[in-house]
T-cell receptor
């Protein structure tokens, strides 16, 4: 069964360092997303991406965050200068279609620990 | 701020019983609703989607939607210990970005 793949599974970094979280969406999917979940809290939307452009972003997704689809298979989330409060589980998701037809499938996540 | 509300639980039910999970949402224009299951330390896994008022059944799961009351529920029949997880209600935004807004989730414990 096709799945969304995320690497690494766990990333430890020092405050102020840049991190890149990587995702390989399901191959025929056209819509890509990043969500995060701080330990014990709800899953929060960060950004959606379609046709090489950001479709929507949340208030969390400030200038420290960026997304990119560097090639035909990868989708990345970059955090330029990490803060302690960026520590969370980051989930990549993808969907074949948009809107109500677009069931979003989640990857296993990357646990980011900022020290 | 568009909100999705769930009782955090835990909801404890005996094995074989029906578990009933509830969710309310604030955005009246919402049209698409999803239930995800999340095991501890794992990612959300889609259980059901529902778009129209009424019931939708899939195996042991039934989703119910009442747009007038802005209420979504999930019934799990013949609950099994493997159903023990957190159940997340999610509402799709209508802004074109396909944003899912999640509730905090209800923790379900199925006891032997």
């Amino acid at each position: 069964e096709p799945e969304v793949t995320q690497t690494p599974s766990h990333q430890v970094t020092q405050m102020g360092q840049e991190v890149i979280l990587r995702c390989v969406p399901i191959s025929n999917h056209l819509y890509f997303y990043w969500y995060r979940q701080i330990l014990g809290q709800k899953v929060e939307f960060l950004v959606s991406f379609y046709n090489n452009e950001i479709s929507e972003k949340s208030e969390i997704f400030d200038d420290q965050f960026s997304v990119e689809r560097p090639d035909g298979s990868n989708f990345t989330l970059k955090i330029r200068s990490t803060k302690l409060e960026d520590s969370a589980m980051y989930f990549c998701a993808s969907s074949e279609f948009g809107q109500s037809l677009g069931i979003q499938y989640f990857g296993a996540g990357t646990r980011l620990s900022v020290l | 701020q568009k909100e999705v509300e769930q009782n955090s639980g835990p909801l404890s039910v005996p094995e074989g019983a029906i578990a009933s999970l509830n969710c309310t949402y604030s955005d009246r224009v919402s049209q698409s609703f999803f239930w995800y299951r999340q095991y501890s330390g794992k990612s959300p896994e889609l259980i059901m989607s529902i778009y129209s008022n009424g019931d939708k059944e899939d195996g042991r799961f039934t989703a119910q939607l009442n747009k007038a009351s802005q209420y979504v529920s999930l019934l799990i029949r013949d609950s099994q210990p493997s159903d023990s997880a957190t159940y997340l209600c999610a509402v799709l935004g209508e802004g074109g970005g396909n944003k899912l807004t999640f509730g905090t989730g209800t923790q379900l414990k199925v006891e032997l």
